[in-house]
């Protein structure tokens, strides 16, 4: 059964540049979820989609967008990168909105 | 405002040495508190849900409990295996929906 897998493992960026990266939740989830994990911080929300919609959002500006796909599959797009930006992004799936969350690797976004 | 806050910041035990890490919130209308298991540059792994007071769930050496106003993973002998940062998130209501917000962490260390 495969997990939540995140592609891709790393990525470097330069400042002002835009990044796209993608999910694809364990098998059976229909929902997708997206958090910024900055070195020695928990986790940060930053939006969620289920049926193709976002559906909640944390506080982070409209630089942060994303899609869901009609087979569940998710894409984070980040417009003009900021040195801050740099963080480790985790995807999570579930089942429902409320369902218990299950993270993938993540995608380490280095931005110079 | 609502605020997740776990103790201690990091923990060092000798292998067999039991203790307890602490997760205090201050969330109104509390939607479920997670416990999660984090290895250095891995995505969280879920390890327990929690809705109401007086819960307690358990997996091999760990237990976790809740109360009104706080959590505790309590570690029964932990092994060197168990070393981790340990992931505190409650989901409380906003504005109709339910965000996400997790606590800074606890890394644990067990010597052996």
């Known amino acids: 059964d495969a997990g939540v897998t995140q592609s891709p493992t790393h990525l470097i960026k330069t400042r002002g540049q835009q990044v796209t990266l993608r999910c694809s939740p364990k098998s059976g989830h229909d929902t997708v979820s997206w958090y910024q994990q900055a070195l020695g911080q928990g986790p940060q929300f930053i939006f969620q989609?289920?049926?193709?919609?976002?559906?909640q959002r944390g506080n982070f500006p409209d630089r942060f967008s994303g899609h869901q796909f009609p087979n569940y599959s998710s894409e984070l797009n980040v417009n003009a990168l900021l040195l801050g930006d740099s963080a480790l992004y985790l995807c999570a799936s579930s089942f429902g909105t409320l369902g218990e969350q299950y993270f993938g690797p993540g995608t380490r976004l280095t931005v110079t | 405002e609502d605020q997740v806050t776990q103790s201690p910041e990091a923990l060092r035990l000798q292998e067999g040495e039991s203790s307890s890490l602490n997760c205090s919130y201050t969330?109104?209308?509390?939607?479920?508190l997670f416990w999660y298991r984090q290895d250095p540059g891995k995505g969280p792994e879920f390890l327990f849900t929690l809705y109401s007071a007086g819960e307690e769930k358990e997996k091999e050496r760990l237990k976790a409990t809740l109360t009104k106003k706080e959590s505790f993973l309590h570690i029964t002998a932990p092994k060197p295996e168990d070393s981790a940062t340990y992931l505190c998130?409650?989901?409380?209501?906003?504005?109709?929906?339910?965000?996400?917000?997790f606590g800074r962490g606890t890394s644990l260390i067990v010597h052996p």
């Open positions: 998130a409650v989901r409380r209501p906003v504005g109709g929906s339910y965000i996400p917000t």
């Open positions: 969330v109104s209308g509390l939607r479920g």
């Open positions: 989609y289920y049926e193709e919609e976002e559906r």
